[in-house]
């Protein structure tokens, strides 16, 4: 050692850490990525080669100090890079359901109804089923169903559906026989 780093070391430790962080290259190294691309179209990215058969291409990657504004990727390439064209996908809206039932209850109507233990028309098979559990007996005719449940506590219940598995009838409630 030398006797300037023998009294930096002594007298303050700080100190030598802070002049040897400030010897540190300021630059970062930029690493190569491969971009690969078979005949299928599926794109890989390694940082080894790619194997025979696939389309090569290099990027140089950069990794940039903290609170640094530039782009770490290059910019996009916006030529076509593997000649397969795709076609446009259909539009799909996701999230709305058509009623199925006519008349159509909305939730709220149907909700109160399952907890009022109530079946009112448009209701379906299945908020049916919540609200008496599975039937008894089924009854199945043309195109109506019709699902039988025996007295429990000196009631019993029948509902018949339609062929879109909804309730049949005029917006009237029925009592469930519970």
């Keep these: 050692m030398t006797v300037m780093e023998d009294v930096l070391l002594s007298s303050n430790p700080r100190c030598f850490l802070l002049s040897t962080l400030l010897c540190l290259p300021l630059a970062s190294a930029a690493t ?62 996701v999230g709305r359901q058509e009623a199925p039932c006519d008349p159509p209850i909305d939730a709220r109507q149907r909700r109160d109804a399952i907890l009022n233990k109530r079946i009112i028309a448009g209701m379906t098979v299945r908020d049916v089923e919540s609200v008496l559990g599975k039937p008894d007996k089924i009854n199945v005719q043309n195109s109506s169903t019709s699902y039988r449940y025996t007295p429990k506590r000196g009631r019993s219940a029948q509902v018949v559906f339609d062929e879109k598995g909804c309730v049949k009838g005029k917006p009237q409630t029925a009592k469930s026989p519970q």
């Design 32 to 93: 190569t990525v491969h971009r690969c691309e078979d005949g299928e179209g599926r794109i890989t990215f390694t940082t080894l080669s790619c194997t025979a058969g696939e389309r090569l291409s290099q990027h140089e990657v950069r990794t940039y100090l903290p609170g640094s504004t530039v782009a770490v990727m290059p910019d996009a390439d916006t030529t076509d890079t593997s000649g397969m064209k795709i076609p446009p996908r259909p539009l799909v809206v």
